[in-house]
């Protein structure tokens, strides 16, 4: 289990305080699903989901860029 988990309501992350996905999250995941970038995309796309819930004054776009923008399109 890593520590850079998402901190509901704000999405912030708990081990480094960046906002959720943080670089080091990034990361991991990326090596996590190098095999199944779709099901990545997936997953993001579920937390932006429910990010949106939480962070309703968040732009859309900018909770796009945030959690499933960095992704490669190949994704």
Same mark, same amino acid.
């Given at each position: 289990?890593? $520590?850079? =988990? /998402? @901190?509901? /309501?704000?999405?912030?992350?708990?081990?480094?305080?960046? #906002?959720? /996905?943080? #670089?080091?999250?990034?990361? =991991?995941? &990326?090596?996590?699903?190098?095999?199944? /970038? +779709? *099901?990545? +995309? &997936?997953?993001?796309? *579920?937390?932006?989901? %429910?990010? $949106?819930?939480?962070?309703? %004054? $968040? #732009?859309?776009?900018? @909770?796009? %860029?945030?959690?499933?923008?960095?992704? *490669? #399109?190949?994704?």
């Amino acid at each position: 289990m890593t $520590a850079h =988990q /998402p @901190l509901r /309501p704000n999405w912030s992350c708990v081990g480094c305080g960046y #906002p959720w /996905p943080c #670089p080091s999250r990034r990361r =991991q995941l &990326l090596g996590q699903y190098a095999d199944a /970038p +779709a *099901s990545l +995309a &997936l997953m993001l796309g *579920s937390a932006m989901i %429910e990010a $949106a819930a939480d962070l309703r %004054e $968040a #732009p859309a776009g900018d @909770l796009h %860029e945030r959690f499933v923008g960095w992704l *490669s #399109p190949a994704a």
